[in-house]
């Protein structure tokens, strides 16, 4: 190949001087070596065509943002896991206050209290405000009166 295929390769004219041609050799030298780093992920030698390298680049930058994609996603299942592990706990913490304002919530309905206020906060609430508060029963004071009951007799 002669100098003046080479000058019009990388797009000078015929008669562009030799400092031109060794710049625009430099410039295409320095890309190629950047595509060697490790981290570029592009391995190519200095033969390799431009349809090549254009190839590999773009290839390059397809296997980096599928990388980068899935470090995304990795990321956003972890927050939505520790959002619901906030939410989760600050629900819970909701049922145990009012478990120690002395509503009666039993073992089996804790969890299902839970998972209700944690999506319908206000209706959960309302439910557990409607079970009967001991600490209330506890409070009255005074003598208690038991009418007596009728006895059934069969006749």
């Given amino acids: 190949m002669n100098a003046i295929a080479i000058r019009q ?3 000078l004219p015929e008669d562009a001087p030799d400092t031109d041609l060794t710049g625009a050799l430099q410039e295409v030298l320095s ?3 950047s595509l060697d780093r490790p981290d570029c992920g ?3 030698s200095g033969a390799s065509s431009p349809a090549d390298v254009l190839d590999a ?3 390059s930058s397809d296997a980096r943002l599928v990388g980068y994609r899935q470090n995304m996603m990795t990321m956003q299942r972890e927050t939505e896991a520790m959002r619901a592990q906030i939410a989760r706990a600050h629900s819970r913490d909701i049922v ?3 478990a120690e304002k002395g509503y009666a919530i039993s073992r089996p309905i ?4 839970v998972e209700l206020h944690m999506q319908k906060p206000d209706e959960a609430l309302a439910i ?3 079970l009967p508060n001991l600490k209330m029963r506890l409070s009255f004071k005074g003598q ?3 009418v007596p009951v009728p006895e059934v007799t069969d006749k």
Avoid: A, F, S
């Fill in 57 to 59: 680049v773009l290839l």
């Fill in 144 to 146: 208690v009166m038991q």
């Fill in 9 to 11: 390769r990388l797009g």
């Fill in 128 to 130: 557990m405000q409607c």
């Fill in 96 to 98: 145990n206050m009012q």
């Fill in 110 to 113: 804790i969890e299902t209290l």
């Fill in 31 to 33: 890309y190629l070596t």
């Fill in 42 to 44: 592009v391995m190519l």
